[in-house]
């Protein structure tokens, strides 16, 4: 079964801090991975796919089929890089069908 | 360009009622998602069409169906409602259905409230 998890509901760091959103995920083939967030008061919104190998809003994310982690970094957190942060799979074929995990409120402090 | 509209935005029913959601997608796009989000479920995938077939469906029972429109508009129904059916359904568009390549465009979700 394709299962995605995120560990920690909230996180709070420092503005100019470094910042590490955990995702694991459970997928007996080669999945596809992204991360979408969702700022305040907005929709929910792609910031990046694995196999782009992108660098978004300062945000990378490496895939790690060892560990099946796809964690979600950022060197030097930003006030407006608060906000609610999902991580995703999908299975093997481009299915459209996305398995989220529960996300992680990231609140970064002035 | 238009984003995904979805409608309406707040809905409440009671119990045994049924209700239908209305999902009009970004111009040219072909494949609709719809999702529901709860607090103790997160998001969950209900179902995707495309060109007018669902092409995938979750793990949902039969109480929720949907259909996709020659224009891509899709509508999706719930039947004899539950208190657990009250959650915020969003729905997404994207061109293909194709994560990898596609980028999926999200609504801002109809509220739904059972009583």
């Known amino acids: 079964a394709q299962r995605v998890t995120q560990p920690e509901k909230l996180l709070s760091v420092f503005k100019g801090a470094p910042v590490e959103l955990k995702c694991n995920y459970s997928y007996s083939g080669s999945p596809e991975l992204f991360w979408y967030v969702q700022y305040s008061r907005q929709r929910l919104q792609l910031l990046l796919r694995?196999?782009s190998r992108e660098s978004i809003k300062g945000f990378t994310a490496d895939l790690n089929k060892g560990e099946t982690s796809f964690h979600l970094k950022k060197p030097f957190a930003q006030e407006e890089d608060s906000a609610m942060y999902y991580c995703?799979?999908?299975?093997?074929?481009?299915?459209?069908?996305?398995?989220f995990g529960k996300g992680t409120k990231l609140t970064v402090n002035p | 360009k238009a984003g995904v509209t979805q409608t309406p935005r707040y809905l409440i029913k009671t119990r045994g009622q049924q209700v239908t959601l209305s999902c009009s997608p970004i111009s040219g796009h072909r494949s609709v998602s719809w999702y529901q989000q709860t607090p103790g479920q997160g998001l969950q995938f209900l179902f995707e069409?495309?060109?007018?077939?669902?092409?995938n469906k979750g793990n949902f029972p039969g109480r929720f169906s949907g259909r996709q429109f020659s224009n891509s508009r899709s509508e999706m129904n719930v039947s004899t409602l539950e208190l657990g059916d009250s959650a915020l359904y969003l729905c997404?568009?994207?061109?293909?259905?194709?994560?990898?390549?596609?980028?999926?465009?999200f609504g801002p979700g109809t509220r739904l409230t059972v009583l």
């Open positions: 995703a799979l999908s299975g093997e074929g481009g299915s459209e069908k996305l398995v």
């Open positions: 997404a568009s994207s061109l293909e259905g194709t994560p990898s390549t596609d980028t999926q465009y």
């Open positions: 694995h196999i």
């Open positions: 069409y495309f060109s007018e077939t669902q092409r």
